[in-house]
């Protein structure tokens, strides 16, 4: 296994040696990323010629020796070079390559020898580069071939504007930090991060009664963060920092809004408006797109989707699911963000009822059941309240689907009698009754990872809970991406700690955890990434056909 890292290299200095035309393609990487390549040797390659000539790189006019090696580099670093390349064969000179490579491992000089990976400490990768956005593929010495076509496939599969959206989230990073968050955390490293870093610190609930002028420096960049994560990739280069400042508005107005009214009560009937000079194709339909992919949307659901006039969408709907709405269709994606929920919610229902008053066919898109904690009965009441009875398509449920995605049967003879759903996350972010304990029962959180520390006091201190249970955290259930984390109570903040969080996730618990998975003898969890199916992902020819 290689480490794979993206290195400043600008300065730097490269020896590039031997008689082959990979010398070329070799020195033009290290000009392309600010390095100076110098090419040592008396047989200049033929490729090279032209650069030597216009000064781009250097040539000294030496058989090779590893002197070159300590004396070609730059000042700061006592001379040593940052780099040797050798690209292939010497016609009269010999190198002795296992001589070298020692040399360079005792002065930490990164080595790569074409052609023979046991002289490398280091090795290239089939890479792609569009602006600030790169990416590399290796196959650890299994095929150069085969990394370029892997390489190729994935550069297919990304959005045209990738530069775009790098582009776009790092000036709103920068500036966001600029406006808010310089004075608050100057020794903080808020800015620049490894871009495989998974979060490693919970998600905070912005809160009436617990917000502080930290957490509200900190709004709008955790918003971003939630953009990013679930917005579709390619329109995140048509993200601005207006979206955000909306959001954090109509937020405040929501709160104080709700301030005024609260302990107020209101006898008033729902305002019922007159729908009639609406077209008769005002319509609303409340539709469950599944637990995240779009193989398990169901037939009717599509064909809401295909039919709709404007979709109105949970920002947890999967990107597999989006890409099957026809482009002409209008789409609004949900920002709610942590602290911002209530007034996203309540621009959404507006949007939709300004969508029927026109006469659209609506579509709410749901993650999951509309039913099951998607609010959908509270939308159910306001779009009825004002004259639009809505169609309620069901979705299969995240609850009981996520744990056969991983291998996990909520009931089994003799094991799980009974199957009990719960919510971790309260309204308002109260901690919601956590039920009695039944060795019999598999328990299943939802809306829990973000505040699991919180979630496990609450389990501790109710009398009756066993922490030696068995439990499993399922993010992104049937998504490529899947991860499953099988733990038990004792060790669950532990481990959701150590590894971050990767939402959409939910939480089961319960000894049916380990009839078909068990941990191995003093194994505190582990980790399995991916999720594995032999049904294809075929529903976008469908909707194309639908």
Not at 223 to 245: C, H, M, R, T
Not at 290 to 316: F, H, M, V, W
Not at 484 to 495: C, F, G, K, P
Request: glycine content about 8%; aromatic content about 6%.
């Amino acid at each position: 296994m290689q480490l794979l890292t993206a290195q400043k290299i600008d300065g730097h200095r490269h020896i590039i040696t031997g008689q082959s035309n990979l010398a070329f393609s070799r020195a033009q990487r290290s000009l392309e990323c600010g390095a100076q390549p110098i090419y040592v040797g008396t047989q200049l390659p033929e490729a090279l010629k032209d650069l030597v000539k216009t000064g781009k790189v250097e040539h000294v006019d030496e058989s090779f020796q590893f002197r070159h090696v300590t004396s070609l580099g730059r000042d700061e670093v006592s001379g040593v070079v940052d780099q040797v390349l050798v690209v292939g064969v010497h016609q009269h000179e010999e190198v002795d390559l296992g001589s070298l490579y020692r040399q360079c491992l005792s002065l930490r000089v990164p080595l790569n020898v074409a052609g023979h990976p046991e002289y490398c400490s280091f090795t290239f990768l089939a890479s792609y580069a569009d602006g600030d956005f790169q990416f590399g593929v290796t196959t650890s010495g299994k095929g150069c071939r085969l990394a370029n076509r892997l390489k190729r496939e994935m550069v297919a599969a990304l959005p045209a504007n990738v530069d775009e959206i790098c582009n776009k989230i790092g000036s709103l990073r920068e500036r966001i930090y600029e406006e808010d968050l310089k004075d608050v955390f100057e020794a903080e490293d808020i800015g620049q991060e490894d871009d495989d870093a998974e979060q490693k610190r919970l998600n905070v609930l912005v809160v009436e009664d617990s917000e502080t002028f930290i957490q509200k420096k900190k709004q709008r960049l955790r918003w971003l963060s939630q953009l990013v994560e679930y917005f579709p990739l390619g329109k995140l280069a048509n993200v601005s920092i207006d979206d955000l400042n909306r959001a954090y508005h109509s937020s405040q107005e929501a709160d104080a809004k709700e301030s005024q009214q609260n302990g107020q009560e209101d006898d008033s009937a729902p305002a019922v408006v007159d729908s009639s000079s609406s077209s008769s194709k005002a319509h609303i339909a409340l539709i469950g797109s599944g637990p995240g992919s779009a193989q398990y949307l169901t037939s009717a659901a599509l064909e809401r989707i295909n039919s709709a006039d404007l979709i109105l969408a949970d920002k947890l709907v999967p990107e597999s699911v989006l890409d099957l709405i026809p482009r002409a269709t209008e789409v609004f994606i949900a920002k709610k963000y942590p602290g911002n929920a209530e007034a996203a919610q309540t621009e959404l229902l507006e949007r939709g009822l300004d969508g029927l008053k026109q006469g659209k066919m609506v579509v709410r898109l749901k993650q999951g059941d509309p039913y099951i904690y998607g609010r959908g009965g509270e939308e159910y009441i306001f779009f009825a309240g004002h004259g639009y009875k809505p169609e309620v398509v069901p979705g299969i449920t995240s609850a009981l689907s996520a744990p056969l995605a991983a291998n996990i049967p909520p009931t089994h003879r003799d094991v799980a009698d009974q199957v009990l759903i719960c919510t971790g996350t309260g309204r308002k972010g109260a901690m919601p009754v956590i039920p009695e304990f039944v060795k019999s029962r598999t328990v299943i959180f939802l809306m829990a990872l973000h505040r699991v520390d919180r979630l496990m006091e609450a389990i501790s201190a109710t009398p009756g809970w066993d922490l030696s249970t068995p439990c499993a955290v399922i993010e992104r259930a049937s998504c490529h991406d899947q991860r499953v984390t099988r733990t038990t109570l004792q060790y669950l903040v532990e481990a959701v700690e150590a590894i971050g969080s990767r939402p959409p996730g939910l939480l089961v618990v319960g000894h049916s955890c380990t009839i078909l998975e068990k941990l191995d003898e003093g194994q505190k969890w582990k980790i399995e990434e991916g999720y594995h199916t032999g049904v294809g992902e075929t529903l976008k020819g469908f909707s194309a056909l639908a």
